[in-house]
């Protein structure tokens, strides 16, 4: 069994866009450029930004921290959209989510440049992943293929199961998992709360991703031997012998899990490490302008 | 066993339509407006968009047929469809593929409005579908929902299983399947050329959808007793004792798999029907501006 270390794979790879960056530069190339817009002072979102700001520095990359109150209109915010649309000079850019309940996101997302939408939230991006044309893969389910992609995890031809259709996990992580490329290729089942053969499908899965949103609910019965399990859950269970009140817990069950896998994803230190990473990869692809 | 009768389904809604469309014009609105680019002279495009042009008639639309030369510039047509996506009074329009090696279809497909993109090709349109926002949805998968429905096929927890992954019937026919609504909320799995295990993938499903292209893949030993079965082949296969010289042929056999099943669309008579039908449902709903 191997552990899957999302946190040494997103170290490796933001060092590596930093050597790409500096051999841009000494080309006498543009140094990318990442904008993020964050709207009032939820506590998790400026962590988030901050923790992009941070990864920004050291990719290398230029980044440019735009804030706003929580009264911002949403005309403001289109406005200034369409600023950073024009702006030669900004690469990608995001919106943090959440917004405030005045402002819908939808509009938001709508009105970036797909080619900037470093996201992936963008319709547009959506549907050239599944129709296979250049795009923005958002950010868990980018992270996941290349997390596949490093540690040379056969894919073509295996059964693999996803548990959850979220637009930002199960669905897109479904579509790239069928696409014929390599990783991906695989035989691909999706399941979700109203599957009336979930057990079943996870016992005979190759490869099962975990993103329902409930915590330990992948148990060793529902794992073959010899599966690779990816688990995306991150919920806040509360444990009073912590510090902070909570332990982040996956929706596999570890310890019981983790005997039966060749390959296995901790929380944390899997997937999670990776998303910020798959913004870092996506920013520079941004500045290849691949489109 | 039951027969889905695809044919008299679609005579019943354009009967509908044109019973909606009569209703609109005795309060004074639009008649609803489809255009279509045809290139060249090809038999089959021929055909498709003069048995369009005729459902229009049926339907009561005003229809209007764009001609070029198969020696049109790609600019040429980029400047027509700017024209259509302006013109008020067209509600949706179609550019009949294929089109001569010279013209990028990407190009084109990317330059119609998605508000009156009746083929549902544009990606905006594909990723709207997957996020689960109005949209068009393409014609095949779209008949088959409706089929689905009209028949108050069950859906919700089945295991469905969609035999191909193309961009036009098997991706999209997977994601609509998997989606929060009825008919869908389906478990699904996409199986291809590349699958180990499509047979018993088969043998387990409530619902196959096949779209392989493989005349008389599916046979009845893959199917379980009371399954329902949709049949989107079409392949010609030559047959010397009819006057066309061939037999439009599913990739199902019928006869053996029939008797096994609650439900299945023959070929022809199916689903093919249902493929007009959808644009035209497709032209009512654009003329009811939805976005």
């Not at 946190?7 to 866009?17: G, H, L, R, V």
């Not at 939820?42 to 941070?54: F, H, I, M, Q, R």
């Not at 293929?145 to 996990?169: A, D, F, P, Q």
């Not at 899997?270 to 998303?275: A, D, E, I, K, S």
Request: glycine share 8%; hydrophobic share 40%; with cysteine.
């Amino acid at each position: 069994m191997q552990i899957i270390d999302g946190k040494s794979i997103a170290e490796q790879i933001k060092q590596e866009i930093a050597a790409e960056v500096a051999a841009r530069i000494s080309r006498g190339e543009k140094r990318p450029h990442l904008a993020a817009i964050l709207v009032g002072h939820d506590g998790g979102s400026e962590t988030y930004v901050a923790n992009k700001v941070k990864a920004c520095e050291v990719c290398g990359f230029t980044s440019t921290l735009i804030r706003y109150e929580s009264d911002v209109t949403e005309q403001e915010l289109l406005q200034r959209i369409d600023e950073l649309n024009r702006n030669d000079d900004v690469d990608g850019f995001i919106v943090q989510l959440p917004l405030p309940k005045h402002i819908n996101e939808q509009h938001i997302i709508e009105a970036i440049d797909f080619r900037k939408d470093v996201d992936g939230f963008h319709p547009i991006n959506v549907g050239r992943m599944s129709i296979g044309l250049p795009c923005f893969v958002s950010a868990t389910p980018n992270g996941i293929m290349e997390l596949l992609k490093r540690y040379n995890i056969e894919t073509s031809g295996k059964k693999c199961v996803v548990l959850g259709r979220s637009n930002i996990v199960g669905k897109p992580m479904a579509t790239l998992m069928m696409q014929k490329q390599i990783p991906g290729d695989a035989t691909v089942t999706v399941c979700h709360s109203h599957s009336k053969n979930l057990v079943e499908e996870c016992r005979n899965a190759d490869i099962i991703i975990a993103a329902m949103g409930q915590p330990n609910f992948v148990k060793a019965d529902m794992v073959k031997e010899g599966a690779v399990v990816i688990d995306v859950g991150t919920t806040r269970v509360p444990d009073a012998t912590r510090k902070s009140g909570f332990k982040l817990t996956g929706d596999v069950k570890f310890d019981e899990v983790a005997p039966k896998c060749s390959f296995i994803t901790p929380v944390p230190g899997g997937v999670g490490p990776m998303t910020i990473c798959s913004l870092m990869m996506n920013t520079l692809k941004a500045a290849s302008h691949i489109f």
